[in-house]
Nanobody, 127 residues
Framework: QVQLVESGGGLVQAGGSLRLSCAAS????????MGWFRQAPGKEREFVAR????????YYADSVKGRFTISRDSAKNTVSLQMNSLKPEDPAVYYC????????????????????WGQGTQVTISS
């Protein structure tokens, strides 16, 4: 059974940092791209970051560029999201995802191209 399990969410002050982790199991994801999305109450799920299979390419939403860093350890089947300088607009449920469909351009940011999803981890910011 393929599973993605996120961890590391919690409550942090604005300006603080959190590191989210996602552990994949059931098969190797070393050939997949992996990403992070987030969804705030009443809003659609939005792209946050993506890393390709060999970590050579990373992509970020403009809203997190320069603050968040995505990384992966394919040997351990994990992907992480280091979140620094957290802002009041960052609270959401953060989801880890993996996919292997061909993507180009803005397709990379479409949640529909990802095949596997975690259950999400809550990030809350206190002002």
């Amino acid at each position: 059974q393929v599973q993605l399990v996120e961890s590391g969410g919690g409550l942090v002050q604005a300006g603080g940092s959190l590191r989210l982790s996602c552990a994949a199991s059931g098969r190797s994801f070393s050939s997949d791209y992996m990403g992070w999305f987030r969804q705030a109450p009443g809003k659609e799920r939005e792209f946050v970051a993506r890393i390709n299979w060999n970590s050579h390419y990373t992509y970020y939403a403009d809203s997190v560029k320069g603050r968040f860093t995505i990384s992966r350890d394919s040997a351990k089947n994990t992907v992480s999201l280091q979140m620094n300088s957290l802002k009041p607009e960052d609270p959401a449920v953060y989801y880890c995802a993996a996919g292997s469909k061909f993507t180009i351009g803005t397709m990379r940011f479409d949640p529909g191209v990802y095949d596997y999803w975690g259950q999400g981890t809550q990030v809350t910011i206190s002002s």
